[in-house]
Structure formats: C-alpha cells, structure tokens
C-alpha cells in the first residue's frame, strides 16, 4: 500500500530567495550539461557521464560567479536527474524496437 503525505510550506522571504537561486542554478547546469553531452555526442559519438560533467563544474565558477552562491550538491543533482532521464529514455526505446 502506498501512501502519499501533502504539506503546504509558508518560506520566508530569505528562504523564497534561496529557493530561487537553487532552483535557477540547477536549471542553468542542466541545461549545460544536456549541451555538454550532445556536443560530445555528435562530435565523438560516445557519451559523458555524469562524474565527467561534475568534475568540469567547477570550472563554471569563473565564467559564472553566482553558480557560488549555492551548495555543490544541488547542482551535482542537476547532472544525476540528467543521467536518469536519458538511462530511461534509452531503455523505453530498446523496448520498442
């Protein structure tokens, strides 16, 4: 049996900002790393991992200073979702061939 908890939060106007910055940062590696990975793609044909893109984070920080401004794990998340969501595509896909 599966059962599902629902809570309402009420942030503060410090912690809305947080969450902001949180959320747009991951968006911004996201996107990064999707970029990251077809380019290497069409260009090598092999794929990134996802511990090669967190290893080349870092070197965001120059370009993109704000990227500081949030916790290291939030945006190693962002390149783990993405391994998850093409791991899933690609399975989904054998089974339709």
């Not at 942030?11 to 996201?30: A, L």
Request: proline share 2%; aromatic share 16%.
């Amino acid at each position: 049996m599966l059962k599902a908890y629902k809570y309402r939060m009420y942030p503060t106007k410090q912690q809305e900002e947080m969450f902001s910055k949180h959320f747009g940062c991951v968006r911004v590696i996201y996107n990064w790393a999707l970029e990251q990975k077809i380019k290497t793609y069409e260009q090598d044909g092999k794929s990134v991992s996802r511990f090669t893109l967190n290893k080349m984070i870092p070197t965001l920080y120059d370009e993109m200073e704000w990227l500081k401004e949030v916790n290291s794990q939030s945006l190693r998340g962002a390149t783990l979702n993405l391994d998850n969501a093409f791991t899933r595509f690609f399975r989904e896909k054998k089974g339709f061939s």
